[in-house]
């Protein structure tokens, strides 16, 4: 089964690759490997909640947390699909690296990036395996509370 297939059979349709804010760009293949920009949970081309994550009021909760960044994995995939033409390149997910803005108290920050390594297992299976760092921040581009940027293998 290929990723397109793979996604469809999971009801999720890739987005068109985001915009930059600033100036980079998305993605870089360099040999087999391309490596994302960091990439924020933009959905419909805008960010659905701003702030800090924890717990308590004026928060964003941690397993919300975690579905934006599942929502980064996939403008991630956009973004590689991009530079190589298709998400069916890829073979295999190297390296996540994800980023949490977080109230001063929040350690949790291993879990909210769950999110996204929990959806390349569901899409790419073992392929999705992969090495990774979650890192609390003080805060974001545009007040993100979430950042996502992968390395991965692809097919020449």
């Given at each position: 089964?290929?990723?397109?297939?793979?996604?469809?059979?999971?009801?999720?349709?890739?987005?068109?690759?985001?915009?930059?804010?600033?100036?980079?760009?998305?993605?870089?293949?360099?040999?087999?490997?391309?490596?994302?920009?960091?990439?924020?949970?933009?959905?419909?081309?805008?960010?659905?909640?701003?702030?800090?994550?924890?717990?308590?009021?004026?928060l964003v909760p941690p397993e919300l947390a975690g579905d934006l960044?599942?929502?980064?994995?996939?403008?991630?995939?956009?973004?590689?699909?991009?530079?190589?033409?298709?998400?069916?390149?890829?073979?295999?997910?190297?390296?996540?690296?994800?980023?949490?803005?977080?109230?001063?108290?929040?350690?949790?920050?291993?879990?909210?990036?769950?999110?996204?390594?929990?959806?390349?297992?569901?899409?790419?299976?073992?392929?999705?395996?992969?090495?990774?760092?979650?890192?609390?921040?003080?805060?974001?581009?545009?007040?993100?509370?979430?950042?996502?940027?992968?390395?991965?293998?692809?097919?020449?």
């Open positions: 089964m290929t990723v397109t297939q793979r996604l469809a059979e999971l009801g999720i349709t890739l987005p068109p690759a985001p915009a930059p804010v600033a100036t980079y760009i998305p993605a870089r293949k360099s040999g087999n490997l391309v490596y994302t920009s960091g990439q924020l949970p933009f959905q419909d081309g805008r960010l659905p909640i701003t702030g800090k994550v924890g717990e308590g009021a004026g960044a599942r929502l980064c994995c996939l403008n991630a995939l956009a973004a590689i699909a991009g530079v190589t033409g298709s998400v069916d390149s890829i073979t295999r997910i190297v390296k996540v690296v994800g980023f949490v803005a977080s109230d001063p108290s929040f350690t949790g920050q291993p879990g909210v990036i769950n999110g996204a390594s929990e959806f390349l297992g569901e899409v790419f299976g073992e392929a999705g395996m992969h090495a990774r760092s979650a890192v609390g921040v003080a805060v974001l581009p545009l007040d993100s509370p979430v950042e996502v940027e992968l390395i991965v293998e692809v097919a020449n």
